[in-house]
Nanobody, 117 residues
Framework: QVQLVESGGGLVQAGGSLRLACAASGRTSNSYHMGWFRQAPGKDRELVAAISWGGAATSYADSVKGRFSISRDKNTVYLQMNSLLPEDTAVYSC????????????WGQGTQVTVSS
């Protein structure tokens, strides 16, 4: 079992920045890739960014390329969000997967990000 806990969400004005963090505990010795998902009101959950177990490979949704950056350090994964837009408002959740961009096994509880215009 792996437990994931997100932090760093909040209210920010358009153009501002936030950094989300996801701390993993439990059976973290296994090789997991990590991802950040978001779900906005009335929309399906979407993958925002992902990073490989070793941290060398990353993937971003087209809507956040150039604005968001994912990184990891041991058992913590971060999502640096810059130039935030009202469209970025959503509940952001981190996840741990066993197959690149396909299989997501563990999920955090989510943290709310609200961007005001």
């Amino acid at each position: 079992q792996v437990q994931l806990v997100e932090s760093g969400g909040g209210l920010v004005q358009a153009g501002g920045s936030l950094r989300l963090a996801c701390a993993a505990s439990g059976r973290t010795s296994n090789s997991y890739h990590m991802g950040w998902f978001r779900q906005a009101p009335g929309k399906d959950r979407e993958l925002v960014a992902a990073i490989s177990w070793g941290g060398a490979a990353t993937s971003y949704a087209d809507s956040v390329k150039g604005r968001f950056s994912i990184s990891r350090d041991k058992n913590t994964v971060y999502l640096q969000m810059n130039s935030l837009l009202p469209e970025d408002t959503a509940v952001y959740s981190c996840a741990a997967g066993t197959n690149w961009l396909t299989t997501w096994r563990y999920w955090g509880q989510g943290t709310q990000v609200t961007v005001s215009s």
